[in-house]
C-alpha cells in the first residue's frame, strides 16, 4: 500500500533547479533507500516529504506530494501535526541540551499525548525500548543526553523521533558519523522499526541501502534515474547511470 506519493516535484534554489519532475510512491511498513552522488538531490527530496525545505528562504517546491491522498503543501495543513506525523532523524546526532528523560518527553509534552507522569513515563520507556537503548540508559535517566556515546545520542534522536507516534520516519544519513558497530545497532533498528512505521533513508552507503532496503531509489544531477526493489536496482539496473553509479564509475 502507498502511503506517501510524490508528483512531478520540481525544486529550486534561487535559480538553481535541484530536482526534476521526481515521481515517486513510498509503500507502508516498508524501507525506501534513497541513493547518489553527493549534490544528486536525494536529501533535497527528503527534506521536501515534511516541508524542512519551507525553512530555505530561497527553496522554491513546486508539484504533489500527498500524505494518504491528501496534499501535504495545502496552505491549510498545521506544520507541526505533519513533522509529528512524519518525524526525522538528521545525520549528526542533535540531542537537546537536557536529560535523556526530558529529550523523549519534550514531543509527547507539546503535542499534549499524556495526561499525567505515569503515562509520561510509559511512553519514555517504551520509546527507548523500541529504539534498543532502554537498557543502557534505564539508570541515567537524569543525566545529560550529552553525555551518551555518538551511537547512543542517535538511537536516543530515533526514540525522540518515535515517542510522538509517528507514521513515517524520515532519516537523512544517520549512520555517517558513527562507528561500524554503532551503525549495525541502527541498522539492525531499522529492519525492526518496519513492522511499525514507513522510513525514507538517505544513505550514501550502497552496502546499508542493500542491507536495509525494500525499494531503492537512485538520484543524479537532480533527475530520479530508477526505483524499484533493491535486489533489482542493485543486479539488474535499467539505467546505464544506475550501472555506471552501482560499479563504482560515476559518484
Known sequence: MTKLTARNVNVFYGDAHALKQVNLDIRQNEVTALIGPSGCGKSTFLRCLNRMNDLIEACRVEGNICLDGEDIYDPAVD???LRARIGMVFQKPNPFPKSVYD???YGPKIHGLASSRAE???????SLERAGLFEEVKDRLGAPATGLSGGQQQRLCIARAIAVCPEIILMDEPCSALDPIATARIEALIDELKQNFTIVIVTHSMQQAARVSQRTAFFHLGDLVEVGDTDTVFTKPVDPRTESYI???IG
Do not use: K, P, Q, W
Not at 509520561?120 to 517504551?126: F, H, N, Q
Open 120 to 126: 509520561m513515563d510509559d511512553i519514555v520507556t517504551s
Open 247 to 249: 560499479s563504482g564509475h
Open 79 to 81: 506544520l507541526v501535526y
Open 103 to 105: 529529550n523523549v518527553a
